[in-house]
């Protein structure tokens, strides 16, 4: 494909338009992902999440900016809520992203949500492909929010950076505790506010906690608890550090292959889920399908009830393909 | 089945350990949905979401203690996020729901996050089923948080309950965004600090601009947007009566069997997905399955070469059944 050899060959511009084909699932989305695939699988991918008003994008673009003067190039990829009207973000990291402006060694993404659960997790994991196959060495994936779709998004990197910030009041300290889990590194940012000290306390013993329950399973990675101040650049070049010594450890342990492996596994069932249950809605068709809602939204019978008779019909119109 | 003849006739015990089939998809949850079925349908299931800090579970309590007092029974199903080391959820809706306590017309479920995409709007779905079957006449799903997930839980409802408050952040207020068109009632919540009428009028003029874009298609809901003081109980009188108002016009409208239609049909496709990767993964064995997962890390093939492979080997090997 044109599009997809300008890409590979550094066209910011062809980029743009295969995400675009990506982010949509056009028509093209397949055979660009697969055409992209064999030059996938060497970049970084970074997940950074946490509750709101922790400073996030602050520590992205900071991150962003020291990784780019250690020569790495860098892909960011910040998923936001969409605007309710017009389907855009709101408050675009592209704005914020300003002083990265210009750098051709630097690449943002900014997405709005996509509408389906499930939906903008495979799109931001394709966008992070596309990143990674024209050759961006770290994606950094945003995620604004503490939902179970951000969750699962930040599980798909390699490492992931949770953000913390004191004094944010009951109801958000209780949205981090699902995010304690999948953090490498933890963050408090706006360390220079009062309770700094105790949110690092707080993280370290819950950590603490965690670990006595997961004993002995070889050489295992100790989150860090860092304390930045990401406006002030004040701490950031100590997460890049954590950063990279996570990648190191992923590496030495084999763990990195095996998340690799995990990504593939996943994909391959949600790819497989998606072409079955297309084959058999088309075998159906929808009037049939109509028919069935409507028996099962009248309460003549269960869901379940349906997808068996369903099944049985499917697979006995069903001849094997040649 | 004994245990659901027993919740069925109004055993709390045995709807307590119903709903734990349900929430951890035991060998039983299937047959469980199934025989309750038949009963399920008449509950009003009211969505409440907002952005962290609004102050939802307040609201969600004097809502609970109003229409109680209006002689409706009363379902609560919290989604909090999980502690990470526990599983249990931080701050138990239970706690704050004391003062609902001892009546048994109110039946409280706070749900800890159960890992996978998906998993937890399906597992708060199938608990709202319950509750509906065993006859709770409203059932409120609180979700914390303004993540995807809990947007598509509570797409699921008859009517969602969108909560903001004044003066949460410019972040704060950008995840709102999402949440404003699946809003049927916008309270804003904490009404008594400076920044309300604002508030109020900021969304009453995103409401116009959406309302503008989508004219004409008969009797339409306009989402009234009001103001609470949840902690004081001010103002939740004409919430319980934009909610019941909702109501009455889903069901004047036809709204409200095509909101069961579209239930039910996202419901049968994600049994029939899940049903047919059953049956293809069971056929293909771990073993092969891992070949072709260690095939797509290793970059020899891409995913949907292997979707592809997969499915035409199955196809070729399957012999209709009888």
Do not use: C
């Not at 084909?21 to 060497?42: D, K, M, Y």
């Not at 306390?201 to 997961?214: E, F, I, K, T, V």
């Not at 860092?226 to 550090?241: K, P, R, S, Y």
């Amino acid at each position: 494909m044109e599009l997809v050899a300008q890409a590979l060959a550094g066209n910011r511009r062809a980029l743009a338009r295969l995400l675009t084909h990506v982010e949509n699932n056009s028509a093209q989305a397949r055979a660009i992902l697969a055409a992209l695939h064999p030059h996938t699988g060497r970049a970084h991918i970074v997940g950074v999440t946490g509750a709101p008003g922790t400073g996030k994008s602050t520590l992205v673009n900071e991150l962003a900016k020291r990784l780019r003067a250690q020569g790495h190039t860098v892909g960011v990829v910040a998923v936001d809520p969409s605007s309710p009207f017009s389907g855009g973000a709101l408050l675009g990291d592209r704005v914020r992203m300003q002083d990265l402006a210009g750098d051709s060694g630097v690449f943002v993404r900014s997405m709005a949500t996509r509408g389906s659960l499930g939906g903008l997790a495979q799109a931001s994991g394709d966008v992070v492909k596309v990143l990674d196959a024209v050759g961006f060495d770290v994606t950094l994936v945003e995620t604004v929010g503490a939902g179970q779709a951000e969750v699962d998004i930040a599980r798909t990197a390699h490492t992931t950076v949770v953000v913390e910030a004191p004094g944010l009041g009951d109801e958000v300290q209780a949205l981090k505790a699902g995010l304690l889990e999948i953090a490498d590194v933890l963050v408090v940012n706006k360390a220079d506010r009062p309770g700094a000290a105790q949110a690092v306390q707080a993280l370290q013993g819950m950590l603490d906690l965690g670990r006595d329950s997961a004993p002995g399973r070889g050489e295992e990675w100790q989150p860090p608890v860092l304390q930045t101040v990401a406006l002030d650049g004040v701490g950031v070049d100590e997460v890049v550090e954590a950063i990279a010594a996570h990648r190191a450890y992923l590496q030495r342990s084999g763990l990195w292959m095996r998340r690799e492996q995990e990504r593939a596994r996943s994909d391959l069932k949600r790819l497989l889920e998606r072409a079955l249950l297309e084959q058999i809605l088309a075998a159906v068709g929808e009037e049939e399908l109509q028919r069935w809602v409507e028996r099962i939204a009248a309460r003549e019978m269960d869901t379940f009830a349906a997808v068996q008779a369903m099944l049985d019909v499917w697979q006995k119109n069903h001849t094997p393909s040649q």
